[in-house]
């Protein structure tokens, strides 16, 4: 499996095919998927690519970096593990049941 890239700033006209053409320039795009509102469907304006290698990704990242796609310029890197959710959800804090 090769290396997985974040990709931000999109412009909110591209879809998932446009983003993958774009990198299939450099190689083999094995998944592209801008992620979207879910209520809304709309774009949050950044995605993730995933290339077939090391190699492919690493000339993505450096020839993509900054360039214009739609009339923005888009930040191209190498996509971080993500970091566990801390904490439980609730946040009721000092609630008490019975109070009297």
């Known amino acids: 499996m090769g290396k ?3 990709v931000g700033n999109l412009s ?9 053409q774009v990198f299939s320039a ?4 094995e ?7 879910r209520d809304s469907g709309r774009s949050k304006g950044f ?3 995933e290339m077939a290698t090391d190699t492919e990704a690493n000339t ?3 020839k993509l970096n ?3 796609q739609l009339g923005r310029a888009m930040n191209v ?3 971080k593990p993500m970091a566990p959710r801390e904490g439980g959800g609730g946040g009721r804090g000092n609630f008490r049941s019975n109070r009297y």
Do not use: C
Request: charged content about 25%; cysteine-free; glycine content about 8%.
């Open 4 to 6: 997985k890239i974040y």
């Open 12 to 20: 909110y006209n591209m879809d998932d095919q446009t983003l993958s």
């Open 26 to 29: 450099f190689g083999t795009v």
């Open 31 to 37: 998944s592209a998927r801008i992620v979207t509102d």
């Open 47 to 49: 995605g993730f690519v």
């Open 60 to 62: 993505a990242i450096e």
């Open 66 to 68: 900054g360039s214009d």
């Open 77 to 79: 890197s190498e996509a």
